[in-house]
């Protein structure tokens, strides 16, 4: 199985900052790697697909980039409610495989 | 609007099934598939497996071999969910999601943009 490690695991920060999380797969993915957002008590939900694609109604202000082992998440200017875990997710090879997640929080 | 609506929440004594639920609406069910996933509290994301709504194929996780079954029913737009011989460490909140494989599964293409609200089951002796 692909292994998916996020850093940070977790990260404060303040309203408007830029932030980055990373994914590092265990092999090369390529760009086969999808970016989830999950708030408390909610299902899951897409941001970004096959690493750079901004799934519809997604705010411009996420991003993705990246492609082999090394993939990352920015978030160019954090809003309130960007506040919550983050996933990175493969898709590479079965059996589907998602990092740890990344908790940020306020600041 | 794209919904996937699960069954509620269910409690369950160790070595027994549970059956979850997940009835669509909004889009032609047949046209894609399902995923299940599962999330252990204050864990991550686990894959299940997927299952053609078109044909009825499967693909399910190793880990799930044997212990699983998925299955549809196209005259109400529902997917299921059982899994068998429950342990406690299967305390989770379940979810299915949309998937675009339709007859045979690539993980490449599994794209999960929607998602039901979630089933907690719990295993409790």
């Known amino acids: 199985d692909i292994q998916m490690t996020q850093s940070p695991s977790s990260l404060s920060a303040s309203v408007g900052d830029r932030v980055t999380i990373t994914c590092r797969a265990s092999?090369?993915?390529?760009?086969?790697l999808n970016w989830f957002q999950q708030k408390q008590g909610k299902a899951p939900k897409l941001l970004i697909y096959a690493a750079s694609s901004l799934q519809n109604g997604v705010p411009s202000r996420f991003s993705g980039s990246g492609s082999g082992t090394h993939l990352t998440l920015t978030i160019s200017s954090l809003q309130p409610e960007d506040f919550a875990i983050y996933y990175c997710q493969q898709t590479y090879s079965t059996p589907i495989t998602f990092g740890q997640g990344t908790r940020l929080e306020i600041k | 609007q794209v919904q996937l609506v699960q069954s509620g929440a269910e409690v369950k004594k160790p070595g027994a099934s549970v059956k979850v639920s997940c009835k669509t609406s909004g889009y032609t069910f047949s046209s894609y598939g399902i995923s299940w996933l599962r999330q252990a509290p204050g864990q991550g994301l686990e894959w299940m497996g997927w299952?053609?709504?078109?044909?009825?194929?499967?693909n399910y996780a190793q880990k799930f071999q044997g212990r699983v079954t998925m299955t549809t029913d196209t005259s109400t737009s529902t997917a299921y969910m059982e899994l068998r011989s429950l342990r406690s460490d299967d305390t989770a909140v379940y979810y299915c999601?949309?998937?675009?494989?339709?007859?045979?599964?690539?993980?490449?293409?599994?794209?999960?943009?929607?998602w039901g609200q979630g089933t907690l089951v719990t295993v409790s002796s």
């Open positions: 299952i053609s709504v078109y044909n009825g194929d499967t």
């Open positions: 999601a949309r998937d675009p494989n339709v007859g045979f599964y690539d993980s490449s293409a599994s794209i999960f943009d929607y």
């Open positions: 092999q090369s993915i390529s760009g086969y």
